[in-house]
């Protein structure tokens, strides 16, 4: 060792008898300790923060489902709404057949009873 460095380690052994060790194994104690603190710490942050994370998309996902089951209430709505404008459209095709049956074969008019069914004008 150079003469320097003698110096220096005769210097820290003397402040380290002036000083006593409490202070010293205290400070190393903190060093080793602290950052052991430091990451309980975070990790207990971060636990909380995911735990926030997982409530979020609970309820999220609550609200996605609510809103398919919506939607397969308004697909049930909708199908009958389709049932009975099927019935509608059915009922008035059948109405507007009969009518044209009727003005077709006009069963009140002279003229048209004549074309179809001469034998009840004649009796």
């Known amino acids: ?3 320097d460095q003698l110096s220096t380690l005769a210097a820290v052994a003397g402040l380290l008898k002036s000083i006593g060790t409490w202070p010293v194994l205290s400070i190393v104690s903190a060093l080793v300790v602290v950052p052991w603190i430091i990451l309980v710490w975070l990790s207990i942050i971060q636990h909380q923060r995911i735990e926030a994370v997982t409530r979020s998309h609970e309820v999220r996902f609550e609200s996605v489902v609510k809103m398919y089951e919506n939607n397969v209430l308004m697909v049930d709505e909708i199908k009958g709404l389709a049932e009975g404008y099927r019935d ?11 009518a044209k049956d009727i003005a077709k074969n006009n069963l009140h008019c002279p003229m048209v009873r004549k074309t179809t069914r001469p034998r009840d004008l004649q009796s």
């Open 1 to 3: 060792m150079t003469p």
């Open 88 to 98: 509608q459209l059915i009922w008035s095709t059948q109405v507007a057949t009969e």
